[in-house]
Structure formats: C-alpha cells, structure tokens
C-alpha cells in the first residue's frame, strides 16, 4: 500500500467526521434528538469534555488541556509510524486499522484545539454559530461533539431471577460517540481480532534474521 492511498483514506474519514460535526453544531440545540432509523438509529447532540464515548479525564480546565495535548501527541508519533510501517511494508490491513486509528485520534484533536474558537455556545434554546470571532472557549479546550445513538435495546426490564440486575431497567448500547471514536474502535478491534494475519510476515522475518546472526556469530 502507498503513502497516498493512507493519505486519502485519512482525508475521507476526516471531512466526513467533520462534516457532520458542523452540521450538528450549527443545526440541533444541545441534547437535541431525531431519529435516522426508528428506534434504534437516533442523531443526540451532546458535547464530551473527556475521552471518547464518554470516558472522563479528570475535572477542571487543567485536566482539558492535559488530554488535548495528549491527543496532540498521539497524532505526531502517529504520523511517524504510519510512515514507516508504509515504507516497511507492512499487511495492508495492519496499514488501513493504523490510518482508521490515526484519523479518529485526529477527528478528536480537531475538536478540541480549534472548537472552542470556532463556535459560539450550545444550549438548549439556542443554535451555535460558526467563525463570528466570539468563541465558547480557548485554545486547547474545545469539545468534543458526539451525536451517534444506537439503543438496539432501550430501557427494558430485566428478568428477576438474573443475579444483581434483575428487575432494573437495561439500555444497549447506551453511550453516543462520533466517527472519530468509530474509527478508533474499528482499527482496535480489527488489530486484535487478525494480529496473527497481520504480523505473520514480519515474525518470520525476524526469526530469519535472528538464525542469520546466530550463524555468522558461530563462524
């Protein structure tokens, strides 16, 4: 696989989460709900200050900026890497899980280092606006938006004789995310779930060099 082809993998993922970011932003109130699909595809417009799907970390402006420059992080080493595995040749599906991975991670950066200048406030009444010059919040400290909700299952009551939950209300699958976090957690999964097709080539080669050394070492 060559570099372009990463590229314009990243490219499309990335005008895509973004395009329906704004359009989010700029058309729902916040914690608006409409339905794509009945019932169980709904667009529910929130705004994540933590991790994605929801995940939190820590509280305070101080704890914002940590993860903002984390992710800033994880976006320069990941642009190195999938430089290299490119170039190393690496299974071109271990490539496109990388670049899945890299554009979630850089969806969500975005985000968060250019959102809070961008947008003026969401609430409930309101519409947010974009690019007036009188942004929600600082550089580094934009949040992040998530609107996917795909409650297969929503709010039924479970069976009493099922230990600790029986009788209490279950929801599946409950937390709402974006296509940044979608792509992140497709490139996981699909790593774990195919590593040994992935590194197959790459073990061998090392175990070959491995035995090379050996032998010029007991020359």
């Known amino acids: 696989m060559k570099l372009k082809h990463v590229f314009g993998i990243i490219i499309l993922l990335l005008a895509a989460d973004q395009a329906l970011k704004f359009y989010v932003k700029t058309h729902f109130h916040l914690y608006d709900e409409h339905f794509v699909i009945r019932p169980w595809f709904r667009l529910y417009f929130i705004e994540n200050e933590g991790m994605a799907y929801g995940a939190t970390f820590g509280d305070g ?3 914002k900026l940590a993860l903002t420059l984390f992710r800033l992080a994880a976006v320069v080493f990941g642009s190195f890497y999938l430089v290299r595995i490119v170039r190393e040749k690496y299974h071109p599906g271990f490539i496109v899980c990388a670049a899945l ?4 991670a850089m969806g969500n950066l975005i985000d968060s280092l250019f959102y809070g200048l961008i ?18 919040a600082g550089f580094l400290h934009g949040s992040v938006v998530d609107m996917l909700y795909f409650p297969i299952v929503n709010n039924k009551l479970l069976p009493g004789w099922i230990p600790f939950w029986g009788g209490t209300r279950f929801t599946f699958f409950q937390p709402i995310f974006n296509i940044a976090d979608a792509c992140i957690s497709v490139g996981v999964i699909a790593i774990l779930v195919c590593q040994k097709k992935f590194f197959k080539r ?9 035995k090379v050394d050996e032998m010029q070492t007991t020359r």
Do not use: L, N
């Open 202 to 210: 790459h073990r061998h080669e090392e175990k070959s060099s491995a």
């Open 119 to 136: 947008f003026t406030e969401s609430t409930r009444d309101t519409f947010s606006q974009a690019f007036t010059g009188h942004g929600y």
């Open 61 to 63: 402006s101080w704890a």
């Open 101 to 104: 991975i890299y554009a979630g």
